[in-house]
């Protein structure tokens, strides 16, 4: 558990992010509180997971649908994805159909990993996003 101080804009930029830092390369799932306790009583309406490798990622989901229900929010479940750098992007078409194919397959992820890991919720309200990057 990490927390953040939400620096944001330049500063943010230029002071870089250990938080962020953390949750990119650690083997474990990690949680980033962010905000002031007296800004988080109540304001929760999601909880977000991220889903990178799918062998890996059902116990993150797990917990985070454990959290979404004890706080009685919704939980979305995010996969990046990017498009191949050695094709030939600068054709729209050909560009075009790389990208719907990886983000074919990071759907196909998130539906798999959602239903393995979901079975001891099938009520919970999940949202799931995939997005380039």
Not at 46 to 62: F, I, K, N
Not at 66 to 80: F, H, I, P, S, T
């Amino acid at each position: 558990v990490t927390g953040s101080r939400g620096r944001g804009g330049v500063t943010g930029m230029l002071l870089g992010s250990v938080s962020l830092t953390v949750a990119a390369r650690a083997a474990c799932p990690v949680i980033v509180v962010r905000g002031e306790e007296r800004n988080r009583q109540g304001a929760l309406d999601q909880v977000v997971v991220g889903v990178a490798d799918p062998t890996r990622s059902s116990a993150a989901v797990r917990f985070a649908l454990r959290e979404a229900a004890a706080r009685g929010c919704a939980l979305e479940a995010v996969r990046a994805w990017r498009r191949p750098a050695h094709q030939h992007a600068d054709h729209p078409l050909i560009a075009d159909e790389a990208g719907a194919v990886r983000e074919e397959h990071a759907s196909a992820v998130l539906t798999d990993v959602l239903r393995d890991a979901g079975r001891d919720h099938p009520n919970a309200d999940v949202r799931r996003r995939t997005v380039e990057g």
